[in-house]
C-alpha cells in the first residue's frame, strides 16, 4: 500500500514544532487569560511589523476581518462593493453581511485575480468599494486596482486570506489600499488551531475602529460608544499564531521551492500552469492547474491515493445563496472556465520531493492516456 498524500498535511507542521506550540498553550491556560490576554496584542503587534504595515488588529476570523473592514470604512446599506466570483464565499458574505451588495466582476485569464478594466467598467454612482483577492497566494494588480479606486474615490480592501506575505511590486499584500483582511483558518499559510483573523492597515483610524467593533463597541468594561460585535481575536490563537509567525518565512521559502519544482516538472505536460505576473511574488498557498477534464484527473488521483482539490467549482455569481443578484450562466465566462477547469495539487511545506513525484507522474500519466500525442 502507497502512502496517501493529502492536500495539505497539519499533523506534518505540528510535529515539527510542537514544543513551541505546547508551550503557547500551556502558557495561556496557566494564566487563565483567555479574552484580550497580552498575547493578542503581541501578536498584533508582531504581525504588523511582519507585513511591514502600522497596524494590525486581531480578530474571530477572516470572514469577521472582512465585515468589520468594511464596516470600518462606513460601507453599509444601499452601496456597491466591486469583487471577484472566483473565490470563497466569504469575500461576498461579508460585504452582504454589512448590507452592501456585491457586484461580481471576472477574472484575468493569466493570473485568475480581479481583472482591472472589469473593475473599472463596473463602477457605478453607488460603488463605494473594491475587494481584490490574493486568490492561490498570487497577488492582484493593485497598481491599477488603487489607482482606479483613488481616481473614483473607491475604497480598497484587500481580501489577503490565502496570501500571508506576498509581494506586489516590492510592497507587502496587507499593506496597500485602506485596509487588509487576513485569515488564519487552520490550512491558511500561516494557520491557527481553530479561528482567527486579522484587519490590517496604514490608517490610525481604521484600526481604531476596527479595535472598538470587534469588542462590542466597547470604550471601557461597561461603556459602550457603538453597537459592536464578539469578534474578538481568542487569546488561545494568538499565542499559538506567535508561536508559528518566526516559520512562516521558512515555510514560504518550501512553498516557493516546491511550486517552483511543479511548473519545472509539469512544463509540456499538457495542463495549463500557473503564471506569475513580472510584479508579483507569490506565496503559493495553493499550485492550481487547469485541464479539461478536471473531474476525470481528480477521480484518477484519488484512486491513486492523492487529495487534489477544486477552488472553487462553483463561482459565487452561480451560486444558490446569490440566486436574487440575477446573474445568468455565461455572464463570467473566465470565472466559469476556470471553475470548471481548475485543480489544486497537493502542497505544504513539509511535503517532500518524492511525495511530489509521485503527484506529476499521476497528472502526466492521466494526460498521456487520455491524450496520447
Ligand atoms: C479563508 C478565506 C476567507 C475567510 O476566512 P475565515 O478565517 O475562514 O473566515 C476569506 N476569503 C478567502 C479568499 C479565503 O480563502
Known amino acids: 500500500m502507497t502512502e496517501s498524500?493529502?492536500?495539505v498535511d497539519l499533523q506534518a507542521q505540528y510535529a515539527a514544532i510542537h514544543s513551541e506550540?505546547?508551550?503557547a498553550i500551556r502558557r495561556v491556560v496557566e494564566s487563565a487569560q483567555f479574552i484580550m490576554g497580552p498575547d493578542v496584542a503581541a501578536f498584533e503587534a508582531d504581525y504588523a511589523a511582519w507585513c511591514d504595515v502600522p497596524h494590525c488588529v486581531g480578530v474571530g476570523s477572516g470572514t469577521a476581518a472582512l465585515e468589520l473592514a468594511l464596516?470600518?470604512?462606513?460601507?453599509?446599506?444601499?452601496?456597491e462593493v466591486v469583487t471577484v466570483a472566483h473565490t470563497f464565499i466569504a469575500t461576498a458574505e461579508a460585504i452582504s453581511a454589512v448590507g452592501a451588495k456585491p457586484a461580481f466582476v471576472d477574472i484575468d485569464p493569466l493570473t485568475y485575480t480581479l481583472d482591472s478594466d472589469a473593475f473599472a467598467a463596473a463602477i457605478t454612482p453607488r460603488t463605494r468599494a473594491v475587494i481584490p483577492v490574493h486568490l492561490y497566494g498570487?497577488?492582484?494588480d493593485m497598481t491599477r486596482i488603487e489607482a482606479i479606486a483613488e481616481q473614483h474615490g473607491i475604497a480598497t480592501v484587500e481580501d489577503a486570506a490565502q496570501a500571508?506575505?506576498?509581494?506586489?511590486a516590492g510592497t507587502t499584500v496587507g499593506a496597500f489600499g485602506d485596509a487588509a483582511c487576513f485569515s488564519f483558518y487552520p490550512g491558511k499559510n500561516l494557520g491557527a488551531y481553530g479561528d482567527a483573523g486579522a484587519v490590517t492597515t496604514r490608517h490610525e483610524a481604521v484600526a481604531a475602529q476596527v479595535r472598538l467593533l470587534r469588542n462590542h463597541g466597547r470604550r471601557s468594561k461597561y461603556l459602550h460608544d457603538q453597537v459592536g460585535f464578539g469578534h474578538r481575536m481568542d487569546t488561545l490563537q494568538a499565542a499559538i499564531l506567535r508561536a508559528k509567525l518566526p516559520h512562516l518565512?521558512?515555510?514560504t521559502t518550501a512553498r516557493r521551492r516546491l511550486a517552483a519544482r511543479y511548473t519545472a516538472l509539469l512544463e509540456n505536460s499538457g495542463v495549463v500552469l500557473p503564471y506569475v505576473a513580472p510584479a508579483a511574488d507569490p506565496v503559493w498557498h495553493l499550485y492550481v492547474i487547469r485541464t479539461p477534464e478536471r473531474d476525470g484527473m481528480i477521480a484518477e488521483l484519488a484512486r491513486q491515493g492523492i487529495g487534489a482539490g477544486v477552488h472553487y467549482p462553483v463561482p459565487l455569481h452561480l451560486q444558490p445563496a446569490y440566486a436574487d443578484l440575477g446573474y445568468q450562466a455565461g455572464s463570467l465566462p473566465v470565472t466559469e472556465t476556470v471553475a470548471a477547469t481548475c485543480v489544486s495539487l497537493p502542497l505544504y511545506p513539509e511535503m517532500t520531493d518524492g511525495q511530489q513525484d509521485r503527484v506529476v507522474a499521476a497528472v502526466r500519466q492521466f494526460v498521456e492516456a487520455r491524450d496520447p500525442v
Do not use: E, F, N
Not at 464596516?71 to 452601496?79: E, P, Q
Not at 500571508?164 to 506586489?168: F, L, M, N, R
Open 5 to 7: 498524500i493529502p492536500l
Open 21 to 23: 506550540v505546547d508551550g
Open 71 to 79: 464596516r470600518a470604512l462606513g460601507v453599509g446599506a444601499g452601496d
Open 138 to 140: 498570487q497577488p492582484a
Open 164 to 168: 500571508h506575505g506576498a509581494t506586489w
Open 249 to 251: 518565512a521558512g515555510w
